[in-house]
């Protein structure tokens, strides 16, 4: 038999998250919680600047190593007559006493070559060195070591002129 439905009884009490804890322990879980989600957000913000930090000292080495190349072509052009000619490995060479004066031009450590003798960049891509007249224009493949044009999505090619 059921029984019949008293409205003159007031509503229950509301429940509360968990009804068998006390309320200092709900907030101990609350608080577990948001420290969690906080712990998360700084793991992630700090791989963030970590990866920035990297990225940008990487491109200052880059941007030194770019420099000291243009004024040792510089110095190059202004002892021989002329900027060298040839491809990367070829000018490394010239830099290094081969050329028609026997002039040695210091530019780079040894670690800023690769085994073929050539400049590369901080990835270990080597560099493009074109050259005209009175300009010197240097092209690095960027991160992902490909040359590409402007018209390719997420071009990361570099490019520097004195």
């Not at 019949?4 to 919680?33: E, F, G, N, Q, V």
């Not at 420290?35 to 998360?40: D, M, P, R, W």
């Not at 040695?104 to 003798?117: A, C, H, M, P, Q």
């Amino acid at each position: 038999m059921l029984e019949p439905l008293r409205l003159d009884c007031a509503p229950p009490p509301p429940t509360c998250w968990y009804p068998t804890c006390s309320a200092s322990a709900r907030m101990k879980k609350l608080l577990i919680r948001v420290g969690i989600v906080g712990a998360i957000v700084a793991a992630i913000w700090l791989a963030h600047t970590l990866s920035s930090v990297h990225a940008n000292a990487r491109m200052t080495k880059l941007n030194t190593d770019i420099e000291n190349l243009f004024a040792g072509l510089q110095e190059f052009k202004e002892h021989v007559g002329s900027y060298p000619t040839g491809s990367n490995a070829q000018i490394v060479k010239a830099l290094r006493g081969q050329n028609p004066k026997n002039i040695i031009i210091l530019v780079s450590r040894k670690t800023e070559l690769n085994d073929r003798g050539e400049f590369v960049d901080t990835w270990g891509n080597p560099l493009r060195i074109y050259f005209s007249d009175t300009t010197v224009l240097v092209r690095s493949a960027g991160d992902n070591g490909r040359f590409e044009n402007s018209s390719v999505p997420n071009c990361d090619d570099l490019f520097w002129s004195n």
